[in-house]
């Protein structure tokens, strides 16, 4: 009994192999050191890891809003609405017959320099703001009644040959040539032709001139003959109304011009494009009557 005890005590030291202790001849288990823990050196505690403290920040709150430094002129006071314009008698982007008299009492005035065309644009504009700067009145360039009332003070009503000008830009002042006498007072500036008795304009009407290689000679001349029907004999093209006054060089109709304009130009004549005006004139002319051509 006692050998088999001792036999299974055996058997189970075996199996049990792996754990650290052996079993003594009475069958008691018997705990010996670790082999490890005697051939090691002993363990060395490590020192205790410092102990963190995790702080949480606060969240940055919000400082109470500073105060907006309150508006010198208008702190609590309300606001006062933009004073409305007057409304406007004769309104921007407008056309017709008192557009045409406005124009022209402008030009009057010396404020506007284009002849009357009966349309409210931007020049047309700024004249009138012209006028009101020089009459103390808000410079808005829009015809309110009192600016309206003002300029009608002013100036006299338009005659008709203002409103509805003869020639496309104003005649030029007059040569002092063509202040005395009868006179074909021809301007190259202002391309107008004026028929003139003593310093008075009769008519006006538009002309064009030679080009750059057959230019219109300038100068004082006079009328050397006149040819109702005249034919050129070096072109061959009709010069109705023609008055010859520098060799070859005459003040006649031109049916190019009237159809053409100033894309054209003549061979050193004086050429016009109303044919009834010139025919009047030429029926007024006289042979020995002056003619004047000017810049």
């Keep these: ?27 008691q288990r018997h705990t010996r050191p670790d082999a490890r823990a005697r051939t090691s050196a002993p363990a060395r505690e490590a020192p205790p890891r ?13 400082g109470p809003a500073k ?15 933009a004073p409305r314009a007057a409304p406007a008698v004769i309104a921007f982007g407008t056309s017709g017959e008192r557009v045409r008299e406005l124009q022209a009492r402008l030009r009057r005035l010396g404020l506007f320099d284009r002849n009357p065309t009966g349309y409210y644009g931007t020049l047309t504009r700024a004249s ?8 103390g009145l808000p410079a808005t360039g829009s015809v309110d009644q009192r600016t309206w009332t003002s300029l009608r003070s002013t100036t006299r009503p338009p005659a008709h040959d203002e409103l509805y000008p003869p020639t496309t830009s104003p005649p030029a002042k007059p040569d002092p040539r063509c202040l005395t006498g009868r006179v074909l007072c021809i301007s190259k500036s202002s391309r107008t032709l004026a028929w003139m008795i003593n310093g008075r304009v009769v008519s006006a009407m538009d002309v064009r001139f030679g080009s750059q290689y057959t230019p219109t000679r300038e100068g004082l001349f006079q009328v050397n003959f006149k040819s109702r029907d005249h034919v050129s004999t070096i072109y061959h093209t009709p010069m109705p109304y023609a008055m010859f006054f520098s060799g070859g060089q005459a003040v006649h109709y031109s049916a190019d011009f009237a159809a053409r304009g100033y894309s054209g130009a003549s061979h050193g004549c004086v050429n016009v494009r109303d044919k009834r005006k010139l025919a009047s004139v030429f029926n007024q002319v006289r042979a020995g009557d002056k003619v004047v051509v000017f810049k």
């Design 1 to 27: 009994m006692a050998h088999a005890a001792l036999a299974t005590a055996t058997a189970a030291a075996l199996v049990a192999g792996c754990r650290a202790g052996a079993v003594t001849a009475d069958g």
């Design 50 to 62: 410092p102990h963190r403290t995790f702080t949480h920040k606060p969240k940055a709150t919000p």
């Design 67 to 81: 105060a907006r430094p309150p508006r010198a002129a208008t702190a609590g006071k309300p606001r006062r609405a």
């Design 128 to 135: 009138v703001g012209a006028y009101q700067r020089a009459h």
